[in-house]
């Protein structure tokens, strides 16, 4: 069965941290780029970070950049986002997503609230 | 960086009519060495994850009904629902991957039934 769960999300105070992972099964998790895209209320889509099979590439979108750190453990197919310097604005739905250049496999999402 | 623009904002569709949501991006997205559209359509319905329509603009993913189709070439490319159904309600998203490995959304488009 295709399967990827999202955890982690939760309440926080702007300037805190917190790590999302995103445990996949049956989408050869090592095999594929992965990505994590965000939904903040009311609003659309937004792509926030992506990392090659091996770990050695990783690419963020800017409002993210030097605040967040993607990473795999491939051994376990597990994916992680690293979320420091937390902001309101970072309010969202996170998503982890096979990416195969268009986003195939999505997990239902964690939800991350920035607040104090 | 690429803008990409839908439209309308809002759809509303009587059941068993047609629906046509536009994307048009700020840049061809029409690759010259392969001839491919980097373009995809995802479906997001409340509470579930979005779902992959098409890719390489016109691509249907597995299991899309037929009724869904995609078109559209260079900076300007369509999603039509050729029959509207009530489980079509959602929100429609296009996604250029051009830039990749980066990522843009259109704003999305909200389906609804009239």
């Known amino acids: 069965e295709v399967q990827a769960v999202e955890s982690g999300g939760g309440l926080v105070q702007p300037g805190g941290s917190l790590r999302l992972s995103c445990v996949a099964s049956?989408?050869?998790?090592?095999?594929?780029?992965m990505s994590w895209v965000r939904q903040a209320p009311g609003k659309g889509l937004e792509w926030v970070a992506n990392i090659k099979q091996d770990g050695s590439e990783q690419h963020y979108v800017d409002s993210v950049k030097g605040r967040f750190t993607i990473s795999r453990d491939n051994a376990k197919n597990i994916l992680y986002l690293q979320m420091n310097s937390l902001r309101a604005e970072d309010t969202a739905i996170y998503y982890c997503?096979?990416?195969?250049?268009?986003?195939?496999?999505w997990g239902q999402g964690t939800k991350v609230t920035v607040s104090s | 960086d690429i803008v990409m623009t839908q439209s309308p904002d809002s759809l509303a569709v009587s059941l068993g009519e047609r629906a046509t949501i536009n994307c048009k991006s700020s840049q061809s997205l029409l690759y010259s060495s392969n001839n491919k559209n980097y373009l995809a359509w995802y479906q997001h319905k409340p509470g579930q994850p979005p779902r992959l329509l098409f890719y390489?603009?016109?691509t249907r993913a597995s299991g899309v009904p037929d009724r869904f189709s995609g078109s559209g070439s260079g900076t300007d490319f369509a999603l039509t629902i050729s029959s509207l159904q009530a489980e079509d309600v959602a929100v429609y998203y296009c996604q250029e991957y051009f830039s990749t490995p980066m990522y843009t959304f259109g704003q999305g488009t909200k389906l609804e039934i009239k």
């Open positions: 997503a096979r990416d195969e250049l268009w986003l195939r496999y």
């Open positions: 390489w603009a016109s």
């Open positions: 049956g989408i050869s998790f090592s095999s594929y780029w």
